[in-house]
């Protein structure tokens, strides 16, 4: 069992930033970062590599959203900058065992985000 924990959600204005952060109770193959807006479909956001660290990030964050990690805390972290409106939407880690790909394994509870015009 792996145990996933986010924090840093809140409400920023458009063009502003915020750091999320996901707390691993052990580590695995990889992180990821997903999103889901209401009424709409979640969206793979970005991934990290606990070993080499190794990132992908989806289209529309590539640029503006950096993950990263620190090994020795088990947490993974996601800067967001030059955030906008469509940004907004319960974000979620999740666990992935083995392997690089688009199905995880273990979830996260999310933490909120939301940009403001």
């Known amino acids: 069992q792996v145990y996933l924990v986010e924090s840093g959600g809140g409400l920023v204005q458009s063009g502003g930033s915020l750091r999320l952060s996901c707390a691993a109770s052990?580590?695995?193959?990889?992180i990821g970062w997903f999103r889901q807006a209401p009424g709409q479909a979640r969206e793979f956001v970005a991934a990290i590599t606990w070993t080499g660290g190794r990132t992908e990030y989806g289209d529309s964050v590539e640029g503006r959203f950096t993950i990263s990690r620190d090994n020795a805390n088990n947490t993974v972290y996601l800067e967001m900058n030059s955030l906008k409106p469509e940004d907004t939407a319960i974000y979620y880690c999740?666990?992935?065992?083995?392997?690089?790909?688009?199905?995880?394994?273990?979830w996260g509870q999310g933490t909120q985000v939301t940009v403001s015009s």
């Open positions: 052990v580590r695995t193959f990889s």
């Open positions: 999740a666990a992935r065992l083995a392997g690089w790909g688009l199905k995880y394994d273990y």
